[in-house]
């Protein structure tokens, strides 16, 4: 007999997860969530866009008083 693991749950689904994260529906129906950082948008001088590798996760830790100094905005 060979072993299968459960089906995954969505986010948002029934019994699923819930959604945390504000996200986009890609063309293919998968779900992108991201996080906003730093200085708002309209306020900050440089706006960056981290993409970050599958070790690593919209919520890493970024030093805030770096961010403040430098008026970033971020999209993780």
């Known amino acids: 007999m060979v072993l299968k693991p459960p089906p ?10 819930p959604v945390t994260s504000p ?6 129906g998968r779900h992108l969530a991201y ?6 948008k309209e306020e900050a ?7 970050h590798g599958y070790a690593s996760s919209k919520d890493t830790h970024l030093p805030v008083s770096q961010v ?3 008026s970033f905005y971020l999209l993780l």
């Open 35 to 40: 996080r906003e950082f730093g200085f708002p």
């Open 68 to 70: 403040r100094i430098c």
């Open 45 to 51: 001088r440089y706006k960056i866009i981290v993409v």
């Open 23 to 28: 996200r986009v529906k890609l063309s293919d």
């Open 8 to 17: 995954p749950k969505t986010c948002g689904s029934i019994n699923g997860p």
